[in-house]
């Protein structure tokens, strides 16, 4: 199964915490997620609700 992109269109770097606002990944997790592995991207997808 394919992994979504978390993406709202929401983009906005909050910089105390330097995730976005809207889809609470960093800088290089949204620059590379297109060359992730699937294994990968469900991963940073578990840490989401933590951040």
Known sequence: MKVESPC???CQID???SYCI???R?????S???SYSEKKK????K?????
């Open 8 to 10: 709202i269109n929401v």
């Open 15 to 17: 910089e105390s915490n």
């Open 22 to 24: 809207g889809c609470l």
């Open 26 to 30: 960093t800088l290089e997790e949204i």
């Open 32 to 34: 590379n997620w297109q």
């Open 42 to 45: 469900k991963n940073i997808i």
């Open 47 to 51: 840490l989401l609700p933590n951040r």
